[in-house]
């Protein structure tokens, strides 16, 4: 399990760098609007993330099982409560504090919600498949 945590903190720190890179583009330096530019920014790192994931991190879990988009959209909808969690926190700590880059709280966000996002892919997204029920 641990070396499924690792591999998942790595994957999800590809997505980051993903992630804040273009969140800083377009809302620091362009000045789009942050909630907006956050949920861009998440459909193309949880994309990144899902194939990560499933070609790495939980590659043992899906040997019968190749890229697909019901495992994306399964993967995408398990996500969306981690964009729930991370948009909460961006916009509390916009609301909380006067930030220079709003890039920083996007990365707590990020983080906040990370844990909720390895649980849902372990468990319910990348599960192994229950060969009896077939």
């Known amino acids: 399990m641990l070396k499924k945590i690792i591999k998942?903190?790595?994957?999800?720190?590809l997505g980051t760098?993903?992630?804040l890179s273009l969140f800083f583009v377009f809302s620091d330096l362009i000045g789009l609007n942050p909630t907006f530019v956050s949920v861009g920014c998440?459909?193309?790192?949880c994309t990144?993330?899902?194939?990560?994931?499933h070609l790495?991190?939980?590659?043992?879990?899906?040997?019968?099982?190749?890229l697909s988009f019901a495992l994306w959209a399964k993967f995408l909808l398990a996500s969306l409560f981690g964009l729930a969690i991370n948009l909460t926190v961006l916009n509390l700590l916009i609301r909380?504090?006067?930030w220079q880059y709003k890039v920083i709280p996007q990365g707590i966000?990020?983080?906040v919600?990370?844990?909720f996002n390895f649980i849902a892919s372990n468990f319910f997204v990348f599960k192994k498949a229950d060969k009896t029920a077939r």
């Open 42 to 45: 998440f459909l193309v790192a």
């Open 8 to 13: 998942f903190g790595v994957t999800g720190g």
């Open 56 to 66: 790495w991190t939980f590659k043992v879990q899906n040997k019968e099982q190749g």
């Open 109 to 111: 966000g990020i983080l």
């Open 17 to 19: 760098i993903t992630n």
């Open 96 to 98: 909380s504090f006067s």
């Open 113 to 115: 919600a990370m844990l």
């Open 48 to 53: 990144q993330n899902y194939i990560i994931n």
